[in-house]
Each structure stands twice: as structure tokens, then as C-alpha cells.
């Protein structure tokens, strides 16, 4: 192996990836995620491939050739539960992933931490452009609903929905290069993938005890190259389970009747995975401070490596912290529970209080741990 890998360049690269590597001897299942997201990106990238083959990205055709589509061509129906479940998997990984960082205090590594967010921010661009294509009635008004969010821009707001329109409204230029753009994002992605764990490998990776691990690694493989696919076929259970028994059970019903811009469903709602999001979106009654919030909810990730230090890396040492990141996990619920209800009381006002909760743990959770550290 040795001499192969002095003659080849890629098999080098390979080798010190995911054989050599050093690698903390005690990270726990938590550290998994990271390697089932590489796996549901392929999933997600080889399946939008074969959907891409059979579909047209017009609004007078896309529904129907979708829904003509699952009895027409074969396994399409297959192919188009395994997309759409692999999606939320998707979103199940990466915010377990991400709460696993907070607890544990990953985000000390500022590259790596920084380049996350960025990936997080663009898989949530593609799912958002994706959810638009069957152009059912929520993914119609849904995208008239975002898209319109921009508006509310000073100054520059209006032309800036027409250019995301390709018009004066939602329509077929809208749908051609919401295709196009949701088409080269996971290739994006991929590459923005690369550079996270080309930054992982430099800087190192964390470990529950939050303490130097550079005297006690072990190599990746075949350690945790098996430990690996354990996860997986864990994960690949549950995901196929859905796609066989209940393909449908995480959409909605609104998005098998086709897009009707004279027609408004009675409740406009994302994805359960852009629910914590949208509550607190329609939480701030002003528009525009309604697009802030909305934006700082996922970009308030950034300031995480540069909040206030503490000795020992992560909460597993800190009661406190461990209180309030716990409380914060329940919030992240009960908005995604608030998101998927009407725009009414008492709704509203637990979706506002919820929303200052959230942010308030960012705020706190620095000097929270910071008192600690002077007291032990």
C-alpha cells in the first residue's frame, strides 16, 4: 500500500482520509453523523439524477409529468420517496450533527465550524428550490410566500424579487432556474464538503471529555470505518421503512393538487425542517424585522467560535450549560411545533416568546459556563 500510495496522488489522499487518519480513540456515536451525511448526499445527488432524466421544468408540464411519472416509468415512485425522505433524513443528520458541536464545543475549531454553517445554508437554498418543483399548490405558495420576503429589502427589495421571479410573479421562468440553480447546489455542496473535512483533518476533531487528545488516537480504519457502517445501516432502516410503508407521511396533502395562483390553501406552511424558522419569522409582526430574525436564526451559528472561552471545551462539565443547551433543544421543538400551527392566538405569542428563548441561549450560554469556570 505504501508504494502505491508514493506514485499515486489520489490513492495518497484516500489513504490518510479514511485509513491513517488519526482519530481521538473515545468520540462516541455522535461523531457518526458526519459520515451518514456524506452518505445521504450521495443519496441525495444519485437520486435527483435519475428524477432530473424524467422531468420538465415548465408550469404547464411539471405536475403532471411528475404524477405521470410514477406509473409510467419504472421505480420512478421509488426513486422520488427515497429523494424526498432522504431529504428530511438529511435534515435529521444535520441538526443532530450541529447540536452535537454545541454540546460538545466543536466550534473552537473556527474553519471548520464556519464552512458547516455555510454548508447548512446552502442544503437549506437547495431543499427550499427542490420543494418547488412538482409545482403543487404549497410549493406554488410557498415559493410566492419566500421569494416575496426579499421585497422587504430597503431600497433595492422590489427589483430584487422580480429578478428571483424572472418576472412580475411566480412563474415558468421562476420554475426553469429554480431547476437549474437546485441542480448544481449539491454539487456545491459536495465541494464545500471537502473543504469541511479538509479542515476537519488539519485542526483535528473533538471529544466528549472536551480535553487534548493528541497522546491517545487510534487510526480510522478499520476502527471507525466499521463503526461507520453500523450507523448507516442503522440510518438506511428507518429511511427505507418510510420510503416502502409510508412515502408520504412527512408531505402534505395540499401539494398533490396542482399549483393555482387563484387559489390560496388555508394554511401555508414549509417543510417540517424550515418550521422552527418560519415561527420565528411570523413572530416579529414587522416584515422586515421578520426577515431579520429569520436570517439570524441560522446565521447566528457564526458567532458561536466567538463567544466567550472556557477551560475545558463543550458542557459535559458545566450543570448549567447543560440546562440551558437541554432547554434549548425543547424551544427548537416547540418552535416546529408552533410553525406548523395557524398565524392566530395563542400561537402567535408562543411562537414570540419561543423565538426570544432561542436566541437568549446564544446570548447566555458564554457567560453562563464563564461563572462557572471562576467557581469550580
Known sequence: MYKVSRFSPLVSVVRHTVITLPTPINISTWWNFGS?????????????????????????????????????????????????????????GLYLHIARGLYYGSYVFKEVWSVG???????????????????????????????SLF????????????????????????????????FVLPFMVAGL????????????????????????????????????????????????????????????????????????????QPEWYF????????????????????????LVLFYMPFSPKTSIKGLSFYPGGKSLFFSMIGVFFLLTWAGSKPVEEPYVVISQVLSFLYFAYFILIGPVTRVQDKLL
Open 36 to 92: 451518514l451525511l456524506g452518505v445521504c448526499l450521495v443519496i441525495q445527488i444519485f437520486s435527483g439524477l435519475i428524477l432530473s432524466l424524467h422531468f420538465t421544468a415548465h408550469t404547464d408540464l411539471s405536475f403532471y409529468v411528475v404524477i405521470q411519472s410514477f406509473g409510467d416509468v419504472y421505480y420512478n415512485w421509488w426513486f422520488r420517496a427515497f429523494h424526498a425522505n432522504g431529504a428530511s433524513f438529511f435534515f435529521i
Open 117 to 147: 454553517v455555510v454548508i447548512l445554508l446552502v442544503v437549506m437554498a437547495s431543499a427550499f428550490l427542490g420543494y418547488v418543483l412538482p409545482w403543487g399548490q404549497m410549493s406554488f405558495w410557498g415559493a410566492t410566500v419566500i421569494t
Open 151 to 182: 421585497s422587504a429589502l430597503p431600497v433595492i427589495g422590489s427589483d430584487v424579487v422580480i429578478w428571483l421571479w424572472g418576472g412580475f410573479s411566480v412563474d415558468n421562468a421562476t420554475l426553469t432556474r429554480f431547476f437549474g440553480l437546485h
Open 193 to 268: 464538503a471537502g473543504l469541511h473535512l479538509f479542515f476537519l483533518h488539519d485542526q483535528g476533531s473533538s471529544n466528549p471529555l472536551g480535553v487534548s487528545s493528541d497522546y491517545n488516537k487510534v487510526v480510522f480504519h478499520h476502527y471507525y470505518v466499521l463503526k461507520d457502517l453500523v450507523g448507516v445501516c442503522f440510518f438506511l432502516g428507518p429511511l427505507l421503512g418510510l420510503v416502502y410503508f409510508n412515502p408520504w407521511l412527512l408531505g402534505d396533502p395540499e401539494n398533490f393538487i396542482e399549483g393555482n395562483p387563484l387559489v390560496t390553501p388555508h394554511h401555508i
Open 275 to 298: 418550521l422552527f424558522a418560519y415561527a420565528i419569522l411570523r413572530a416579529v409582526p414587522n416584515k422586515l424585522g421578520g426577515v431579520v430574525a429569520l436570517a439570524a436564526a441560522v
